[in-house]
């Protein structure tokens, strides 16, 4: 943990945005994805937020031109998380969601996603030295066991799992992990939008592979479709990346990953609202026990008393 914020309430604040914008995310891509390629959306997705951020640290870089120059990774070991972080999380995790919601339904993949916290609990406790708690751990136990009855639920009118876009959610989730673990080292001495800005720089090296494509895509697509990547870029992107890594400057990164399980719940209410689509009824079972994961998950142990004195 770092050093506290000056008002305390505002790494809550900025948790519970970045779960507004992620949740929306889901709804956005599952709505492009019968027109756009998930390599062009990926690439125009992490292009917009690269410009924006950009042009947001330029901003601060003019107010304070001595501090800019040591907001740059340094050495071997933070580069390599930098590469690792932008790599996996930026790159192969936009390109693996953007191809699984082309498959199963936005709120389907958002509860497969949450496999995630699972996997940052374990990596945090290993290279982060960070505690699993009895609470954490049941948690967890609970919330996976709903994210296993989402993956073998089919979709409504199906006779079966659609087994590659569930497998491409999940890979989704293990890059996210690896991407959460390998940034919390980073944000706690490097600037919140710097480590987003780079992250974002490398994911989108990532992506150039598939700028054909997305050149196609700005050619013939409509307006709207152009609209709703420029809002992934900037919002869901650029805005909530940045108030992840603040919030994770403040929060143990396997706390903070627990509260990813409430994303689901927020995206099928906006698929179901904005899209008519809803996840497979069994899924909605499964979606419960990921809340009360939540729930058992952000319990705290109770102090043990000392003895008393003499």
């Not at 949740?23 to 292009?47: C, M, W, Y």
């Not at 050495?75 to 693996?96: D, I, K, P, S």
Request: glycine share 8%; aromatic share 6%.
């Amino acid at each position: 943990m770092t050093d506290a914020p000056r008002l305390p309430w505002l790494p809550a604040a900025a948790a519970t945005l970045t779960l507004l914008l992620w949740a929306s995310a889901f709804v956005a891509i599952r709505h492009l994805g019968e027109t756009v390629p998930p390599g062009a959306l990926s690439l125009g997705r992490l292009a917009v937020a690269t410009v924006a951020l950009g042009a947001l640290l330029a901003v601060r870089a003019g107010r304070d031109r001595r501090s800019a120059h040591r907001r740059w990774p340094r050495g071997r070991r933070e580069w390599g998380l930098m590469l690792t972080c932008g790599a996996a999380w930026f790159g192969v995790y936009n390109l693996a969601l953007n191809a699984s919601e082309q498959r199963i339904d936005a709120g389907t993949a958002a509860m497969l996603v949450q496999v995630g916290p699972l996997i940052v609990a374990v990596l945090a406790a290993l290279f982060l030295g960070e505690s699993l708690t009895r609470w954490v751990l049941v948690g967890i136990a609970v919330a996976l066991s709903g994210v296993v009855v989402i993956g073998t639920a089919p979709a409504d009118g199906a006779t079966s799992v659609d087994s590659v876009g569930v497998a491409l959610a999940v890979l989704a989730a293990a890059t996210y992990a690896v991407g959460v673990v390998t940034q919390k080292p980073l944000v706690g001495v490097l600037p919140a939008l710097q480590v987003t800005w780079l992250a974002c720089v490398i994911g989108t090296v990532v992506c150039l592979p598939w700028a054909g494509d997305l050149v196609e895509v700005v050619r013939t697509a409509d307006a709207a479709t152009l609209a709703w990547i420029g809002y992934l870029g900037l919002l869901p992107t650029a805005v909530a990346f940045s108030t992840w890594a603040y919030a994770l400057r403040h929060t143990d990164a396997s706390a903070l990953a627990v509260l990813t399980f409430l994303v689901p719940v927020i995206t099928v209410v906006l698929a179901w609202v904005l899209l008519s689509e809803t996840p497979p009824v069994a899924a909605y079972a499964g979606g419960a026990l990921c809340v009360v994961g939540v729930v058992l998950a952000r319990r705290r142990p109770r102090a043990v008393a000392g003895p008393e004195p003499a």
